[in-house]
């Protein structure tokens, strides 16, 4: 799809609408993803004991650690996301205006298609284990926008040349990759140390 969506954004007002409409579109979606898992995560917190949460923080903690591994490549884990891609038949279907926020739609719900990140997965995680409606949403929508935006700014980096997106892409994510990898086991070390000290 990110081949056939680079031809879209020639036009500097086009440009602004694509990355409106896409970001708008996974923001969205991985919002609503948030929603459900804050409401599932209030009744989780308000059924389990206080004395659970630590624990808890600790399996997120360990997670986000194994899940760093995976994505610096230090470690092999199964793929746990879908192989399925937003199908570029819906360039046809909805238009150019209505494919890029459906497309946009479809990242943010974060296993309908792949993620080329282990540590994404935990923050469906951290939506649920919040305690909070506002928090999960906000998470999740950060989630959103960032997967958004970075197929976005490979599109308007590339120039509109769909042969160069794409390579663009295949390259700036194996570099995001070993980003999100540094930081999630970071953040690991970091909440493993908190749950240390708090115990």
Do not use: N
């Amino acid at each position: 799809m990110i081949g056939e969506i680079s031809p879209l954004v020639q036009g500097g007002s086009v440009k602004r609408r694509v990355i409106v409409l896409h970001a708008f579109g996974a923001v969205l979606s991985a919002g609503a993803v948030g929603l459900a898992l804050g409401v599932l995560g209030l009744t989780i917190t308000r059924i389990l004991p206080e004395s659970s949460r630590t624990p808890l923080a600790v399996l997120l903690a360990a997670s986000l650690m194994v899940a760093g591994l995976s994505d610096l490549r230090l470690i092999r884990l199964p793929q746990l996301t879908s192989d399925r891609q937003t199908p570029g038949s819906w360039l046809c279907s909805l238009g150019p205006g209505g494919a890029i926020f459906a497309w946009g739609l479809d990242l943010g719900f974060i296993l309908r298609t792949r993620i080329p990140y282990q540590s994404a997965l935990i923050f469906p995680l951290v939506g649920l284990i919040t305690g909070s409606i506002r928090d999960s949403v906000l998470v999740m929508a950060m989630y959103g926008f960032a997967r958004g935006a970075a197929v976005v700014t490979t599109v308007l980096a590339s120039g509109s040349r769909s042969a160069e997106t794409c390579t663009m892409y295949e390259r700036r994510k194996e570099t995001l990759r070993s980003f999100v990898g540094v930081l999630a086991m970071g953040l690991g070390l970091g909440m493993l140390l908190t749950a240390a000290v708090g115990s």
